[in-house]
């Protein structure tokens, strides 16, 4: 256990509360001259124990009788000063040795070296005066054994995710952005490895991160994460060659830059998993710098739109959170814009879907409320929705269900009338897959749920909320209009919502707002 801090004391006099010196023979009868202090022949090292009436025995060795009994904290400070005195008698080349040859353990012998390091370290970060030596050493090791399979790298990164997860959350900032900096510096090589089919082991080494970002509550560490990950994946797509950090200081950056052709970018795949978690997280904060820091990552993907694919559903709902979080219009009306890309990448099939349903893990939110309810306030709503359309419908509802959540319930008129623009928009010209029972699914949970307030309105006109009153001269317009464009167009395969039609109109109609009944009958003048 390698220390860079003398925390032993110095040789004191004989009073029985001091520390004083006994000499033992460290080495046995060894005489390779590895301590650097006695120039070899029989090499003895001066440790340190407890001296007094009370206290008997020799820190590491036999005292001619009985067992050492210490008091916790003299053995604490016993240990981290014997600790100093064997890495001041050890030649460094040979320590350095032990970790480059671990590249020759088995498979099994790397992982229980690998795991003990692991739990050195772990100490190292505990004590009373944190190192970082084992947590270098790590990464050093990681990159002697990056050959070895993906099944022996499973097993390792077990503890050497804990690992990162821990020191990530220590209180020395400088040492948890040292852990990113190493983790960082690890995935980017992992991603130069295509990732086997099935086996989602990027997922597995990049779940520290998730964890990080979760329970450390740093915002400054935070931030630091967002940054490190966003030139993690960015570098990774570019094939641009960046180290980022210094592996020996923890704290700063280096880069380095080279252009070449994309070879790598594609090799993210089950990462995304976990990039997106981070990035829901991040959405979720009240800190406008970490949602703009997170939504430029969600921006990348949007750039490789096709690399996750399989995880295009969490890309949705990740788009969806951005796009209702209120501290920056800009960015909630560009997720929505983003909302409309990624209806044109399924309708234009660069995105595939299954053939089989989604799972319901996986689906949109369900929007199953009362009239009575304000739209300025959100009911908890399931992650799961009815499983009453096909796969035609599976990954277009997170989107549909987004944007139809966004115009009911966004206290915000600018965000409402973009996403109401969106969802006709795509409702119109991007599901032309939808079957009649899809169409049936579609207007009873996503399309007329919007209307609730105006029927609420109609029935109740004394109990509007300013909120609610709000929504209906802002926003009551537009998605009628739109509404009854959709009827138009899609005549046919809509009919059997003639009726609903008609009363929302007849509601629309009965509200004292101004503008509201001129337009709602000339629209509906041109739709007869």
Same mark, same amino acid.
């Given at each position: 256990?390698?220390?860079?801090?003398?925390?032993?004391?110095?040789?004191?006099?004989?009073?029985?509360?001091?520390?004083?010196?006994?000499?033992?023979?460290?080495?046995?009868?060894?005489?390779?001259?590895?301590?650097?202090?006695?120039?070899?022949?029989?090499?003895?090292?001066?440790?340190?124990?407890?001296?007094?009436?009370?206290?008997?025995?020799?820190?590491?060795?036999?005292?001619?009788?009985?067992?050492?009994?210490?008091?916790?904290?003299?053995?604490?400070?016993?240990?981290?000063?014997?600790?100093?005195?064997?890495?001041?008698?050890?030649?460094?080349?040979?320590?350095?040795?032990?970790?480059?040859?671990?590249?020759?353990?088995?498979?099994?012998?790397?992982?229980?070296?690998?795991?003990?390091?692991?739990?050195?370290?772990?100490?190292?970060?505990?004590?009373?005066?944190?190192?970082?030596?084992?947590?270098?050493?790590?990464?050093?090791?990681?990159?002697?054994?990056?050959?070895?399979?993906?099944?022996?790298?499973?097993?390792?990164?077990?503890?050497?995710?804990?690992?990162?997860?821990?020191?990530?959350?220590?209180?020395?900032?400088?040492?948890?952005?040292?852990?990113?900096?190493?983790?960082?510096?690890?995935?980017?090589?992992?991603?130069?490895?295509?990732?086997?089919?099935?086996?989602?082991?990027?997922?597995?080494?990049?779940?520290?991160?998730?964890?990080?970002?979760?329970?450390?509550?740093?915002?400054?560490?935070?931030?630091?994460?967002?940054?490190?990950?966003?030139? @993690?994946?960015?570098? /990774?797509? !570019?094939?641009?060659? *960046? =180290?980022? $950090? +210094?592996?020996?200081?923890?704290?700063? @950056?280096?880069?380095? /830059?080279? !252009?070449?052709?994309? *070879? =790598?970018? $594609? +090799?993210?795949?089950?990462?995304?998993?976990?990039?997106?978690?981070?990035?829901?997280?991040?959405? *979720?904060?009240?800190?406008?710098?970490?949602?703009?820091?997170?939504?430029?990552?969600?921006?990348?993907?949007?750039?490789?739109?096709?690399?996750?694919?399989?995880?295009?559903?969490?890309?949705?709902?990740?788009?969806?959170?951005?796009?209702?979080?209120?501290?920056?219009?800009?960015?909630?009306?560009?997720?929505?814009?983003?909302?409309?890309?990624?209806?044109?990448?399924?309708?234009?099939?660069?995105?595939?879907?299954?053939?089989?349903?989604?799972?319901?893990?996986?689906?949109?939110?369900?929007?199953?409320?009362?009239?009575?309810?304000?739209?300025?306030?959100?009911?908890?709503?399931?992650?799961?929705?009815?499983?009453?359309?096909?796969?035609?419908?599976?990954?277009?509802?997170?989107?549909?269900?987004?944007?139809?959540?966004?115009?009911?319930?966004?206290?915000?008129?600018?965000?409402?009338?973009?996403?109401?623009?969106?969802?006709?928009?795509?409702?119109?010209?991007?599901?032309?897959?939808?079957?009649?029972?899809?169409?049936?699914?579609?207007?009873?949970?996503?399309?007329?749920?919007?209307?609730?307030?105006?029927?609420?309105?109609?029935?109740?006109?004394?109990?509007?909320?300013?909120?609610?009153?709000?929504?209906?001269?802002?926003?009551?317009?537009?998605?009628?209009?739109?509404?009854?464009?959709?009827?138009?167009?899609?005549?046919?395969?809509?009919?059997?919502?003639?009726?609903?039609?008609?009363?929302?109109?007849?509601?629309?109609?009965?509200?004292?707002?101004?503008?509201?009944?001129?337009?709602?009958?000339?629209?509906?003048?041109?739709?007869?």
């Amino acid at each position: 256990n390698n220390s860079n801090n003398n925390n032993g004391g110095t040789n004191g006099g004989t009073n029985s509360n001091t520390l004083t010196p006994t000499t033992i023979n460290a080495l046995g009868n060894s005489s390779s001259g590895n301590n650097k202090s006695s120039g070899g022949g029989s090499s003895k090292m001066t440790f340190l124990n407890r001296s007094s009436t009370d206290f008997t025995g020799v820190v590491g060795g036999n005292s001619g009788g009985g067992n050492s009994i210490i008091n916790k904290f003299d053995s604490k400070l016993i240990e981290e000063r014997n600790a100093f005195l064997i890495a001041e008698n050890i030649n460094q080349n040979l320590l350095d040795e032990i970790f480059l040859d671990s590249q020759n353990l088995s498979n099994e012998a790397v992982v229980y070296f690998v795991n003990a390091l692991c739990r050195v370290s772990k100490e190292e970060l505990d004590s009373t005066h944190p190192r970082r030596y084992c947590l270098k050493k790590v990464v050093e090791t990681s990159f002697f054994n990056m050959e070895r399979s993906r099944l022996v790298w499973r097993s390792i990164w077990e503890s050497q995710g804990q690992l990162f997860v821990h020191s990530a959350l220590h209180h020395q900032r400088a040492t948890a952005k040292y852990s990113i900096d190493s983790l960082c510096l690890l995935v980017t090589k992992f991603f130069e490895k295509e990732e086997l089919s099935n086996y989602q082991f990027q997922k597995h080494l990049t779940n520290p991160f998730e964890i990080i970002i979760t329970t450390n509550t740093d915002s400054e560490i935070r931030e630091y994460l967002l940054k490190s990950l966003y030139k @993690t994946i960015h570098n /990774t797509y !570019t094939t641009t060659t *960046t =180290t980022t $950090g +210094n592996t020996t200081t923890g704290t700063s @950056t280096s880069t380095s /830059t080279t !252009t070449g052709n994309n *070879t =790598t970018g $594609g +090799n993210i795949k089950s990462a995304w998993k976990s990039f997106l978690n981070v990035c829901k997280f991040a959405a *979720t904060l009240n800190f406008r710098n970490l949602v703009s820091l997170a939504f430029d990552i969600v921006k990348i993907g949007n750039n490789y739109v096709g690399c996750i694919n399989d995880y295009f559903i969490d890309y949705c709902n990740c788009l969806v959170l951005f796009s209702k979080n209120e501290l920056d219009l800009g960015i909630s009306l560009e997720a929505i814009k983003l909302l409309r890309f990624c209806s044109l990448q399924l309708a234009n099939k660069v995105i595939l879907q299954p053939l089989s349903s989604v799972s319901k893990k996986n689906r949109g939110s369900s929007l199953n409320d009362s009239p009575q309810q304000s739209p300025a306030i959100e009911p908890e709503v399931s992650n799961e929705i009815d499983g009453n359309q096909d796969g035609s419908v599976g990954w277009f509802s997170p989107i549909l269900y987004g944007l139809s959540n966004l115009v009911i319930y966004d206290s915000r008129a600018e965000v409402r009338q973009e996403a109401v623009s969106s969802l006709f928009t795509i409702l119109i010209n991007d599901v032309n897959s939808f079957s009649n029972q899809s169409w049936q699914y579609t207007l009873s949970t996503i399309i007329l749920p919007i209307y609730d307030i105006i029927t609420f309105a109609s029935q109740k006109p004394n109990k509007l909320s300013l909120q609610q009153t709000q929504w209906i001269q802002q926003t009551s317009q537009k998605s009628i209009e739109l509404l009854i464009s959709l009827f138009s167009i899609h005549f046919d395969i809509l009919s059997f919502g003639l009726n609903e039609l008609f009363d929302i109109i007849v509601y629309s109609v009965s509200q004292d707002f101004d503008g509201l009944t001129n337009s709602v009958f000339t629209n509906f003048f041109e739709f007869i």
